[in-house]
């Protein structure tokens, strides 16, 4: 019988940490619901940000703006994506990020030390929790070899295969900034593709 789960973030905490579904209501103290609007600034360049977000319905996007006045978007976080500012978090650093709701947003506010906490309450978590920062910084170093060595046409099928069914969510110049191309860029990359029969919608 298929698992039904009460939210994302109950999902999120029994498949990621294990942690048994009778359990979950007691990591209630580790995190609060909060409901954003579109547009809507969550952290701001200079603030020190000591916490975590869980996008449990929704669209945030991190980005940071050059000297130039350039946008350049980092990540785009959806539905069971978390999304945070390592170096604020953990250093007590004001950050360079600025977390935006592309969407009308409900996100879980993890505590800094979500994942410690866890993993002194549940034996279960302690594996999980490292194995989830290994996938942060893996997902760091694709994001790093991709934007210094692959095409941007390569660029774009990543992000289609990294955001499924994201195409209609986001606009063409935040996909163009995310890929480190420009939207004329981007334009001609979907043309090329579409020569190719790939469908891009």
């Not at 939210?7 to 990621?16: G, H, I, P």
């Not at 940000?49 to 945030?60: D, H, I, T």
């Not at 994942?115 to 002194?120: F, G, Q």
């Not at 893996?138 to 990294?162: N, V």
Request: aromatic fraction near 12%; charge should be neutral; include cysteine.
């Amino acid at each position: 019988m298929e698992k039904t789960f009460k939210s994302n973030f109950e999902k999120y905490l029994v498949e990621t940490f294990k942690i048994e579904r009778s359990a979950v209501a007691e990591c209630g103290d580790f995190a609060s619901i909060k409901n954003i609007e579109k547009g809507q600034i969550l952290v701001r360049t200079g603030e020190s940000s000591r916490n975590w977000f869980f996008v449990e319905k929704g669209l945030l996007r991190q980005y940071f703006i050059d000297k130039r006045g350039k946008e350049h978007i980092l990540y785009f976080a959806p539905e069971n994506w978390l999304v945070g500012d390592r170096n604020s978090a953990f250093f007590n650093r004001p950050t360079q990020y600025i977390v935006e709701a592309i969407e009308d947003t409900t996100i879980m506010v993890l505590d800094i030390n979500f994942a410690v906490r866890l993993s002194e309450r549940f034996n279960s978590a302690i594996v999980d929790s490292d194995l989830l920062l290994q996938r942060h910084i893996l997902q760091l170093q694709k994001r790093i070899s991709l934007l210094l060595g692959a095409t941007a046409e390569e660029r774009y099928m990543d992000f289609i295969s990294t955001y499924p069914n994201m195409l209609q969510r986001v606009p063409q110049w935040m996909i163009a900034s995310y890929l480190g191309i420009t939207p004329e860029s981007l334009s001609r990359v979907r043309r090329e593709l579409a020569k190719k029969n790939f469908l891009i919608d």
